[in-house]
């Protein structure tokens, strides 16, 4: 078995890192960027997926990471695991219909909970008394499914028809557009001293630093990992101002 993640601001890694570790304390856990997930999957049947959900979607850089790898699929027994902040409505769906045309067979999926990590965002802002609960059901939900997974049942949240249309009419349709690719609308504010973290930390090498200020790319996966994590809060992308950074380690 292998946990393998995208993860902006370690709500994913975290509940990922839990399901694993409860099922096997002696797997591995990876972030999909990391050099080395190709040679770790070639070496696992078993693969548990998580990701945030991005208006009842999974995020652009999850499917193009599948499509990309589509030789390495076949018969992988697949359990998908999405966050979210309040709907997801079939995130998990939204990958496992894409590998199952790749031939890995879908053991199930978990659709979990956790607080908003929208930083430039005053929606879905709870205080931290409020989030540290979020986090501590959630660790219940995950202990409760890793007690069924070993029994062999599998949940399956997200992947029926019903679960389907919810997520198409709930928002996938109206914010398609936001979804389709990699985006090209982080922002990145004066405020920026050149320090660097944000180039370090992109999943995707997305921004680099020019004259000492960092500069956005087009291949932004909205993961709000740098947003979260710059010193100066000078990067946004759905807003104009950081409202809150949004670290699950603050909830711990």
Not at 39 to 66: C, E, W
Not at 158 to 165: M, Q, T
Not at 204 to 221: E, L, P, Y
Not at 225 to 241: D, F, M, V, W, Y
Request: charged share 25%; glycine share 8%.
């Amino acid at each position: 078995m292998i946990g393998i993640y995208l993860s902006g601001t370690g709500n994913t890694k975290h509940c990922v890192e839990k399901l694993v570790h409860l099922l096997d304390e002696r797997a591995k856990c990876v972030p999909l960027e990391s050099p080395q997930v190709i040679d770790l999957l070639k070496k696992h049947d078993m693969v548990i997926l998580g990701y945030p959900t991005q208006f009842s979607n999974a995020p652009f850089m999850v499917r193009d990471f599948i499509k990309k790898n589509s030789f390495i699929w076949d018969r992988k027994k697949v359990f998908c695991v999405n966050t979210m902040g309040l709907f997801s409505g079939d995130g998990t769906g939204c990958s496992a219909r894409i590998l199952k045309k790749y031939g890995a067979k879908i053991l199930g999926g978990l659709q979990i909970k956790m607080p908003d990590s929208v930083c430039d965002s005053k929606l879905l802002k709870k205080d931290t008394e409020v989030n540290r609960q979020i986090v501590k059901d959630a660790d219940r939900r995950i202990e409760q499914v890793a007690d069924q997974i070993r029994k062999g049942k599998y949940p399956q949240d997200g992947l029926s028809f019903i679960a389907h249309i919810k997520g198409l009419l709930g928002q996938r349709l109206w914010f398609y557009y936001k979804t389709v690719g990699y985006t090209d609308k982080l922002k990145i504010s004066d405020a920026c001293v050149g320090c660097g973290l944000c180039v370090k930390e992109c999943p995707m090498g997305n921004i680099q630093i020019k004259d000492h200020h960092a500069v956005s790319k087009k291949r932004c996966t909205m993961c709000y990992r740098c947003i979260s994590l710059c010193p100066q809060k000078a990067i946004t992308l759905l807003g104009n101002e950081v409202k809150e950074q949004c670290r699950y380690e603050k909830y711990e």
